[in-house]
């Protein structure tokens, strides 16, 4: 079955960065658009950024505009979240998702990987 294993979260200090790696399988990697979603404790979940089949368009929630980017390689399945001048506001469960899109035919999730920002 399809799998989406997200990886690189942790702890790190406000002001610091990380880059969240999401890697899929068993799907035609190039035809979805890829997003990253977090939830934060006790809150419900929230589009974080979208990148589409072959990368030529990019979207961001206004409040990580600026500090996060999105990136794919199709060659290696992998899509990517690079997180600069992180908050304590973005501490979240980062989860990986893939759809076909405009008729979201198909959907798939990741597990999820914990962010934590704190000093």
């Known amino acids: 079955q399809v799998q989406l294993v997200e990886s690189g979260g942790g702890l790190v200090q406000p002001g610091g960065s990380l880059r969240l790696s999401c890697v899929a399988s068993r799907l035609t990697f190039r035809f979805y658009v890829m997003r990253w979603y977090r939830q934060a404790s006790g809150k419900g979940r929230e589009l974080v950024a979208s990148?589409?089949?072959?990368?030529?368009?990019?979207n961001y929630d206004d409040s990580v505009k600026g500090r996060f980017t999105i990136s794919r390689e199709d060659a290696k399945n992998t899509v990517y979240l690079q997180m600069n001048s992180l908050k304590p506001e973005d501490t979240a469960v980062y989860y990986c998702?893939?759809?076909?899109?405009?008729?979201?035919?198909?959907?798939?999730w990741g597990q999820g990987t914990q962010v934590t920002v704190s000093s």
């Open positions: 998702n893939a759809v076909l899109l405009p008729t979201r035919s198909a959907e798939y």
């Open positions: 990148i589409s089949g072959g990368g030529g368009i990019t």
